[in-house]
């Protein structure tokens, strides 16, 4: 069944195209790896303009669910990953989970320019803005985590007015922003904290925490670095590892 | 003046042309981003940081010129020539100097005290900044969010515009 683009919906066309061809991919109608019509084929089959599907596969690719590869077409990626996967899952998600009282603290959700090897760490050109937070949670009224997490400003311009109290950043990412992470590479190591993270930990100075930190991806795209700093005894990780057959 | 007198919103820049740094950062790391700002071709004039809170409110702003002046009071001062000291590297000087380097721009930022509105006039802005020697001033939508800046050199653009006409 083709799905046809409505000209009295006051979404965007690109939007609506955009949607359609995200819930192709979801269902599989395009497999992994397949290679999707060209501009012009989905041009006719959607009755749109070549700058509709142009923006919306823009989009796609963007958000991770296409790759274009030059001179050869644009396939569905690989990195598409199932819902749920726990690598995924979010601080909210995991407390709800353990039904424990928890709260967000954001202690700053504000703009800078990339100091030090941050432009590294976030794959992006040094005079690039960046949206800087800085959340504290807090379980059953103790401080366990400092977050500082770092994203290019233009690709959520608008994550400065969200309420990151209440929700949750991967969430908003994905179902606000349409950017679904892909991928997430991890660094964990011991580090001693520092004055300031100590006061909000409630632990003193140089006392030894874990430090986590992530680089996350939507396809071949870098889109947010996070550093997370933990009280040593109110985590533990777990890590399961399957051979497939 | 010209006969339809434009509003603020048709000659603001946008606020993302300057650099944005929140006022925690150090003297060291505002000045790393003005050079490589500067270096990299982007830099405007004048070239100035933007210095903002946690939440993203503007608390002012922070130029070289400014930068330059903290740096003369501590390599500058006494009866010492300026050649003598620019070529100095006595311990002391040094020491003073990592000692500002590490200082948070909150300690010498220009405060924002003056707003416009998109809406304003340009003469309103222009009475402003000639008023309060403002290299630049920012241009709060419902005197809250940050939309754009405008700087000397918009003023002069448009005001000088009634030279050519004369």
Known sequence: MTVIIDRDNPKKLYVQLLEILKGKIERGEWAVDSQIPTEDDLCKMYEVSKATVRQAVAELERTGYLLKQQGRGTFVCKRVIPEGLSMLTSFRELMLEAKVVFSTRVLAQTVLMPTDDLDLKLNIPEDIHVIYLKRLRVVDDEPILLQESYLPYHICPQLLQDDLEQNSLLEILENKYQIRITKVQEFIEVAPVSGDEGNLLGLQPGTPALLLEQRFFAGTREIMYTRSLKRPERFRFFIERERKT | ?166
């Not at chain 2, 650099?19 to 000045?31: D, I």
């Not at chain 2, 940081?49 to 070289?64: M, R, T």
């Open chain 2, 1 to 166: 003046m010209p006969d339809q007198e434009k509003q603020v919103r048709e000659i603001m820049i946008d606020v993302f042309e300057f650099p944005h740094v929140p006022y925690w950062f150090t003297l060291r790391q505002v000045s790393g981003i003005l050079k490589k700002s500067i270096h990299g071709g982007k830099c405007l004039r004048p070239a100035a940081a933007l210095i903002f809170d946690e939440k993203y409110n503007l608390l002012g702003h922070l130029d070289i010129q400014d930068i330059l002046q903290y740096i003369g009071n501590v390599t500058l001062s006494g009866e010492k020539a300026r050649q003598d000291i620019l070529a100095s590297s006595d311990a002391e000087t040094t020491h003073l100097l990592s000692e500002l380097s590490e200082k948070p721009v909150s300690s010498f930022l220009h405060p924002s005290r003056l707003f416009a509105d998109p809406e304003d006039l340009v003469s309103k802005a222009a009475e402003l900044m000639l008023g309060n020697s403002l290299p630049i001033l920012p241009v709060l939508e419902n005197q809250k969010k940050l939309v754009g800046i405008v700087r000397s050199i918009e003023i002069f653009e448009y005001l000088s515009a009634a030279f050519f006409r004369a």
